[in-house]
């Protein structure tokens, strides 16, 4: 090959690779360890190895979810022993219509719109966050990798080294639950007593 410019020299640089995912990877820690510190103090040691050990990455593959995979793996082994697991109270009985059913109870139902869409449109980002950092560990991770990330199935699975059934049993079950820690966190932003407001007579 005479033409001096390899498709090697054409490969980003790990600097280039790595800038653009610095803040989901830091969204993603902040939801694993649930405060500021610890998630900044994970981003770093993950971009770290990740330099370390970037002759592995494999070109042409997704880099997202390979430095993913190393920032989880290094919340799994170090960062997690640092912490208690706060949760709300009984999440796991949370029924697969829990949002449905709380507006029921509380006569938000009625006219054309789903209430649950009520109470969804009434809800900032930081709010579904709120709530998905309350979920327990296993559930929050892959929570946070797929509502928050948009990663599919197939890659979570690759990022926590669990076969795709597991993902899915666990995003089936924290969907439920973080029904319910939506709900909670309606109550406590005052978006529930505002709808109860307009549904008055």
């Known amino acids: 090959m005479t033409d001096g410019g390899s498709t090697t020299d054409a490969l ?54 390979w430095f993913f995979k190393i920032l989880t793996n290094l919340f799994y082994y170090k960062y997690r022993k640092k912490k208690r697991e706060p949760q ?20 938000l139902q009625g006219g054309n719109q789903d209430p649950a869409e009520s109470i969804m449109g009434r809800m900032e980002v930081e709010h579904v966050e709120e709530a998905i950092s309350q979920l327990p560990e296993e559930f929050r991770v892959v929570a946070a990798l797929y509502f928050i990330e948009d990663f599919s199935y197939e ?41 109860a407001e307009e549904k008055a007579p």
Not at 20 to 37: E, K
Not at 88 to 107: K, N, S
């Open 155 to 195: 890659e979570i699975a690759g990022i926590v080294e669990k076969p795709v059934g597991t993902v899915r049993s666990r995003l089936h079950r924290g969907r439920k639950m973080l029904q319910k820690a939506l709900w909670h966190v309606a109550e406590e932003r005052g978006i529930v007593a505002a709808l």
């Open 88 to 107: 709300l109270v009984d999440l796991e009985d949370a029924p697969d219509c829990y949002l449905y059913v709380q507006t029921a109870v509380m006569g």
């Open 12 to 65: 980003p640089t790990f600097d280039e690779l790595l800038g653009p995912v610095l803040q989901p990877a830091y969204g993603a820690a902040f939801h694993m360890c649930r405060n500021t510190h610890d998630a900044e103090d994970l981003v770093q040691e993950a971009a770290l190895q990740a330099y370390k050990h970037f002759h592995q990455f494999q070109p042409g593959t997704k880099f997202k979810a």
